[in-house]
């Protein structure tokens, strides 16, 4: 069973910074690519980056610039450094393991709650 813990929220002035963690088990982490997701109230569940097994990063185009995806594969985790952050980054971020088209395969940890005031 895919169990995934993330760590790391908090509460943030605007131009601050932050750094998720997500601790994975039960899957082959450094096979699986991952994604780091986010969910503003109101608004659906958004991918905002995703590394891939061998440690290509991608971004969605309103993170990039700002937010770097990492993973430590000896330890299952994989990291979000977010940086320049803005109000509306405020979310729940999570983690979970990410197919190509970037699509979440397992089933949703409790999150980290992330609020960047003005």
């Known amino acids: 069973q895919v169990q995934l813990v993330e760590s790391g929220g908090g509460l943030v002035q605007a131009g601050g910074s932050l750094r998720l963690s997500c601790a994975a088990s039960?899957?082959?982490?450094?096979?699986?690519?991952m994604g780091w997701y986010r969910q503003a109230p109101g608004n659906e569940r958004e991918l905002v980056a995703r590394?891939?097994?061998?440690?290509?990063?991608t971004y969605a185009d309103s993170v990039k610039g700002r937010f770097s995806i990492s993973r430590d594969n000896a330890k299952n985790t994989v990291y979000l450094q977010m940086n320049s952050l803005k109000p509306e980054d405020t979310a729940v971020y999570y983690c979970n393991p990410t197919t190509n088209w970037g699509q979440p395969v397992a089933s949703w940890g409790q999150g980290t709650q992330v609020t960047v005031s003005s």
């Open positions: 039960g899957i082959l982490f450094r096979f699986n690519t």
């Open positions: 590394i891939t097994s061998g440690g290509t990063p």
